[in-house]
């Protein structure tokens, strides 16, 4: 899993992610920095990440397995925005989808 900071007007961006019982720390994006963790896609269900900028929040389901939008990628590689994460795919446009919360 891969996460890109293309947050509009040179932000930082806060990120904190959690895979089950995994509670990952707390990592600080520049503009254009990257993060990435890996997890066992086989016994992972679900995870989600939240994401934050100049006092705004907001969490998103990063991988679901029974969603092929979120799910149906070897490496999956996130661009995260102000209005909304983006994958970025192989082949193909861009898959970009609200945030959960």
Known sequence: MN???????????TVHCKIIDDNFRLHILHPGDNYGFSFNEKVIADSF?????????????IYKRNDLRKSNCDD???????????RIQQHG????????R
Not at 49 to 60: Q, T
């Open 49 to 61: 990440c939240s994401f934050g900028w100049n006092g705004e929040a907001h969490d998103f389901d």
């Open 76 to 86: 999956c590689n996130w661009n995260i925005f102000k209005s909304r994460p983006c």
């Open 3 to 13: 996460i890109h900071n293309s947050l509009e007007g040179s932000l930082d961006l």
């Open 93 to 100: 446009d861009p898959i970009c989808l609200p945030y959960d």
